[in-house]
């Protein structure tokens, strides 16, 4: 069955940075594109970053770009966001996501989420 578990997330002062991780289960990592998406409160979940399966292919949300690094351990079927210089709007929910098209074109997988609050 698939899993994906998401871990890494807390509460930091703006500046500060997390590392999220995803562990992935269930299916083959390495034929799919994957993804970390955020919800914050009464807001519409968005794609935070997404990195196709094979050829490289990296998008970020323009507001993240410079600070956030995806990456991905196929070997290790981990999935990783590097965040720095965290902002008090990067507060969310943190969702992992893997998709068989492209750039996250759609998701067949989601995990249940880490929270991740940022305070000024």
């Known amino acids: 069955q698939p899993q994906l578990v998401e871990s890494g997330g807390g509460a930091v002062q703006a500046g500060g940075s997390l590392r999220l991780s995803c562990k992935v289960s269930?299916?083959?990592?390495?034929?799919?594109?994957v993804g970390w998406f955020r919800q914050a409160p009464g807001k519409e979940r968005e794609e935070v970053s997404c990195?196709?399966?094979?050829?490289?292919?990296?998008r970020y949300l323009d507001s993240v770009k410079d600070r956030f690094t995806i990456s991905r351990d196929n070997a290790k079927n981990r999935v990783y966001l590097q965040m720095n210089s965290l902002k008090p709007e990067d507060t969310g929910e943190y969702f992992c996501?893997?998709?068989?098209?492209?750039?996250?074109?759609?998701?067949?997988?989601w995990g249940l989420g880490t929270q991740v609050t940022v305070s000024s």
């Open positions: 269930g299916f083959a990592l390495d034929s799919y594109a």
């Open positions: 990195m196709s399966a094979n050829d490289g292919s990296i």
């Open positions: 996501a893997a998709g068989p098209v492209g750039l996250c074109v759609t998701i067949d997988y």
